[in-house]
């Protein structure tokens, strides 16, 4: 599926987080790992002997890729990453700054999740040690979805994620729940839209012989309730788009998806859709 894991890094030990986590996938998808830099010319030599340090380090057999830093760095890092023959995934590191605002991201980060075609492996602050980065293989996939076309332009990779490692996907559905005038709040809300979405994904999954479970959750922080799930299942990583509507308005997913990558016990991977006006 992939031929090649880029783990971006700059030279910071926050940003060496990623690097274990991005050995271990390569492993499992028989790809070749290579560590990349953006890096003033001047600086390039420094640069490397860090990096050469940190393959070292974690005793991964590793290509050393430094970038010329002259201009923005997400565009110079995925023109570099576009031009690759063969397929390509990115793992890096977030920043851990903030909760739900871009910088709880980085700028670098969110930049290049926008101009790469395909998805990137975020490790985030909360993400264990001792998961995928202690060795451990990708156990299932975790899929939030909200009914619209745009939360489900991710089900493709995971589908082709699934596949490829043979294991399961759980869909998993936040449902706020409604307030009535008196009494508790209504956790019926719209659960039959959701049931039906996500029996429809579920069951096309296992028609595609890949195993496919469902859930729905009724809290009214949607973040916290998907790493929730995450951390009920080890050894999985959730895999989600950047933008949804229907059950979650798109600002409110947006930030879910930053809220998620800062909580979550696992990495997560994020796709931003090419043309998310016609995913609508």
């Not at 997400?74 to 023109?79: G, P, S, T, V």
């Not at 602050?125 to 489900?152: H, N, Q, T």
């Not at 490692?165 to 009494?183: D, R």
């Not at 496919?212 to 799930?229: K, L, Q, R």
Request: one cysteine or more; a negative charge.
């Amino acid at each position: 599926m992939y031929d090649t894991v880029t783990v971006a890094l700059d030279g910071t030990d926050y940003a060496e987080r990623a690097l274990p986590v991005a050995a271990r996938v390569a492993e499992q998808f028989a790809a070749r790992l290579v560590v990349t830099s953006v890096v003033l010319h001047e600086a390039s030599d420094e640069r490397r002997a860090v990096l050469e340090s940190a393959v070292a380090r974690h005793g991964i057999d590793a290509q050393i890729e430094l970038v010329d830093g002259i201009g923005l760095p997400a565009l110079r890092l995925a023109q570099l990453i576009e031009r690759r023959p063969g397929d390509t995934l990115v793992c890096m590191a977030s920043h851990s700054r903030g909760r739900i605002s871009q910088v709880a991201l980085g700028s670098m980060t969110i930049d290049l999740i926008h101009e790469l075609n395909g998805p990137v492996l975020l490790v985030g602050p909360a993400s264990e040690e001792g998961d995928l980065a202690g060795g451990a293989d990708i156990a299932s996939l975790i899929v939030p979805v909200d009914g619209s076309a745009l939360s489900a332009s991710i089900v493709p990779t995971a589908i082709a994620w699934a596949r490829t490692l043979s294991v399961p996907v759980h869909l998993v559905s936040v449902v706020v729940p409604m307030p009535i005038e008196y009494g508790e709040p209504d956790t019926d809300g719209d659960g039959s839209f959701y049931r039906t979405t996500m029996g429809g994904i579920a069951d096309s999954l296992l028609a595609q012989g890949i195993e496919a479970t469902w859930g729905i959750v009724y809290d009214f922080d949607p973040a916290a309730a998907i790493v929730a799930v995450a951390a009920d299942r080890p050894h999985s990583i959730v895999v989600m788009s950047t933008h949804g509507r229907g059950g979650l308005a798109s600002a409110v997913l947006g930030s879910t998806m930053r809220e998620v990558v800062h909580a979550a016990p696992c990495p997560v991977l994020v796709l931003h859709p090419v043309d998310p006006d016609q995913a609508q």
